[in-house]
């Protein structure tokens, strides 16, 4: 008799600790009938946390917000590429990316990584889940858009061979943050939003949250460009800036630019011109291809079915 009633209780404990666990999951979004938990937003939470702790500086507001909208961009851009492909996971590339990942916030080696995100209550595999939809998102949007690059070859040769190589040229080390404006969003709002952010946990941590480039894994860094590299319109809002600051939102096809002046230098221009060429159709490819990814994801966000709870 004992035995059966302490199974009857053990029972009964188990069914309250479910109904307890069950009613502490909620949806806080749908995207297309897709749902979002507490659960999934809390997840995302820490794992913003966990690879930029300067969001700490932030208000707790601010960080569930940007955890919101970071899980409904990443579902978003799920359940686009899963309408034609399946997403799988290329372990070496993921390597590569968690590598840079943790060595971006001075960790050392894997097995301390994966400490560091026990700390935040999340796992290796989650992060490498979320790195696999990246990568999928980018081979997407080369497959989609690669035949819609347009590349004036002879223009930019031209321009390389304008260049006196004798003289020196400016070379500019840059930051970017491309970002976007929904239906229902006001770029001044959004662009104070920005600036509000960098001013309490910098430019490349913000670039992290806001920038829709490939970019922003990096911090938003292009790295070393020629100013004859760049158009016309951004060179014309560098050409003021000081080491450190940041360019007003500049219009681009897709969304809207700031560009941080990270320092330069004035160098000969190097001699070999057909590398400098590469060079230059690569720059423009990665810049086109990063403006399609910019109008196609703001294609499919507005056409989606949006609820937040």
Known sequence: MKKKIFVGIFIFFLAINFKIAYSEIFIKAKVNNQ????????????????????????????????????????????????????????????????????????????????????????????????????????????RKFNNAILIDKAKIMNKINQINTKNSVENLLLSEIIFTINENENLKAKFNKIKESIEKIGFEETAKIYSVSESKKNGGKIGWVYKTQLSNKISEQIKNLNIGEFTEAIT?????????LIDKKNQLLETDKEDQFKKALNFERNRQLTMYSTLHYKRIYNKAVINEF
Request: glycine share 4%.
């Open 35 to 142: 749902i979002i938990t507490n659960i999934d937003v809390k997840n995302e939470k820490n794992y913003l946390l966990a690879l930029n702790p300067n969001l700490r500086n932030l208000s707790l507001k601010n960080i569930n917000l940007y955890a919101v909208e970071s899980a409904i961009n990443e579902k978003i851009k799920k359940i686009e590429i899963e309408r034609q492909y399946e997403i799988i996971s290329d372990n070496e590339i993921i390597k590569k990316i968690i590598t840079d990942l943790y060595s971006g916030i001075g960790i050392t080696n894997v097995e301390e990584f994966k400490n560091h995100l026990l700390d935040y209550e999340i796992n290796l595999s989650m992060v490498e889940k979320k790195i696999a939809i990246e990568i999928a998102w980018n081979d997407y949007i080369v």
């Open 252 to 260: 681009v096809p897709g969304g809207f630019i700031l560009i941080k």
